[in-house]
């Protein structure tokens, strides 16, 4: 128990060493949500200031906790007892971040990654887009710079990241034959196009990616069939 | 909580059930209905519960579970007009739940201490209850806060409205205070205590956990002594009357402002819904857990309920 700018990242985050990346996310969001606005749980404990300072103390902590690269790394230094003081500015580059970053990091966490997967994936299904490297190279930050997003990407995508699709019909709410149609690009099994299209755009947002681009790629293919 | 076997007149006295103290600074966030409801909740599973009103002055459990002004009372014991705290419960009608009614402020009086206290409450213990559940009433006063620390189980119940949260605070406060000076013959740290109470102290405490460093530097023992207490002390919260999600999340806000203020863990047991099947149940003088089994706020109940058995907190997935 410490003053809470003593505190280790997880301590100000409320959450244990071990949480999922989903986990983080909701600390993350219920602190925001109680220090930043006019919350009626802090005012009469907590000055402006005092919330101003624990919400400073918040976004370094998500900041750092939200990546793998530099939760690890924190995670090392903690464990070794050493200075973590400025691990942001100095000594890991902190990815930059976009509109939903976190997204795809967070759930990596809820299904294990299994190397089988991760092997097999890409060899089974051919496709005439050339898997860009970092979506092949294992916890390397992702760029999907180039990429068209047809079905059989999306489902490397999502396989890469040990993400069931049973996970996904189940956060999103999309019938699970619709995913595996989409997946599979069976375009005269999906449902009408304004349907699909905000179909897509909440998997493309589940996955962490951008929802317009994989709508419009998705659907010129789509057109195509 | 287990006493040792005593006497009670009847040669038997060992107690190995829970008792649960309801309270929480503001009087009016239902704390008499969750009691009530909560203690229909326990004897439905076939465990025999005892309500106590502990509400001295405030008195109106048997209002919340539709039975008549009692004839005799807590007070009738306490005041030895009746040789046995047996012969002050009540039947409640409802099977496995009995009542011990408080109407007249004689603890106040007669300003009990603590040893009085812990010696009402073995003689709770004979009425042979597993559950035994103090509705504490209103304000911070000395018998208030010392039932809810003596208790296996403190429960604040604050409505999401700025005067309930903030008197809330204030009474977690003083158990907070209350328990730190218990634990201290120092009257050195006795004073320290007493000054940071005050904001504007001129040490430049401002929380709880600052005090405990600035303790841990005067004498380390005791430092390390009040952060053995400060984490053992886990009181549940519960958060009555909520219309939004946002409502429920002023519980979430509130567990976490009380780890950073104070460093206490608390468990944020559930919310019960507003519902207008409560204030008709109220009206009528019903319990509404009987009067609406399948009704959300009776939902809610049952699983604050399950949650405090299991030493649980409310989960996300479960928010209806």
Redesign the interface.
Known sequence: ????NNQNYYEIL?VKQDVSYKEIE?AYK??K??YSGE????????TAE?CRE?LDAVEDAYKILSFSKTREEYNKRLAAGLSVENLASSHIEVPAKTVQPIVAESWKEIVPENKETLQFAPATIKTDVEIPKAVQTFKEIESFEGVEFKGSILRIIRERRGISLNLVAEKTKININYLENIEAEKYHQLPAEVFLKSYLSQYARFLGLDAKKVVEDYMRFYEKR | MSFESGDNGNGKGSFNGQIWAIGGGKGGTGKSLITSNLGICLSKTGRDVLLVDADLGGANLHSCLGTSFPNVTLSDFIRKRVPSIKDVTINTGIPHLSLISGAEDYLEVANTNYAQKMRLLKQLTYVESEYILLDLGAGTSFNTLDFFLIADSGIIVVT???TS??NA?RFIKSVFYRRLKRIVNNQGIREIIAEVMDRKNELGI??P??L??HIEVIDKAIGQRF?EE??KFKPNLIINSVRTRGDI??G???K??C???F?INMSYVGYVEYDESIWQAVRRRRPFLLEYPNSRPAKCLERITKNIIMNKELE?EFIL
């Open positions: 128990m410490k003053k809470f409320e909701d219920r602190a949500e109680t919350s009626l749980a802090t005012y009469s404990l907590f005092e624990i | 999401p409205e700025p949260i903030e605070y401002k929380t956990i600052e405990i460093s952060k400060v984490f999340n002023i979430f806000s509130i976490s402002t780890l950073k203020y460093g996300e």
